[in-house]
Nanobody
């Protein structure tokens, strides 16, 4: 499985940013995908996941501001980040697992998002 994340960068508080992750090497429709993040000095945490049939889950801290989606024709998962806050600053990782697996075992290289004015 290969996951290539892109779209990170500097964004102002209250702005918007969209992360993309191109996934290859798998039958994308059989996989759950999502985003995790790790802020400096903090543990890695789940941000949002979308399963193979489109069910979604979000961390409480981003629910209502971030939206995860997937395009099965393009083998791509997105994270739309609206109204980001400085505490959203982190390296964001794209993740994937087969729908029968318990844990996300495939991780991308990460893309840095910095929320600052």
């Amino acid at each position: 499985v290969q996951l290539q994340a892109s779209g990170g960068g500097l964004v102002q508080p209250g702005g918007s940013l969209r992360l993309s992750c191109a996934v290859s090497g798998i039958i994308f429709g059989d996989y759950d995908v999502g985003w995790y993040r790790q802020a400096p000095g903090k543990q890695r945490e789940m941000v949002a996941i979308i399963d193979s049939v489109g069910w979604t889950a979000y961390a409480d801290s981003v629910r209502g501001r971030f939206t995860i989606s997937r395009d099965n024709a393009q083998n791509t998962v997105y994270l739309q980040m609206n109204s980001p806050k400085p505490e959203d600053t982190a390296v964001y990782y794209c993740v994937a697992k087969h729908r029968w697996s318990a844990e996300f075992g495939s991780w991308g290289q990460g893309t840095l998002v910095t929320v600052s004015s």
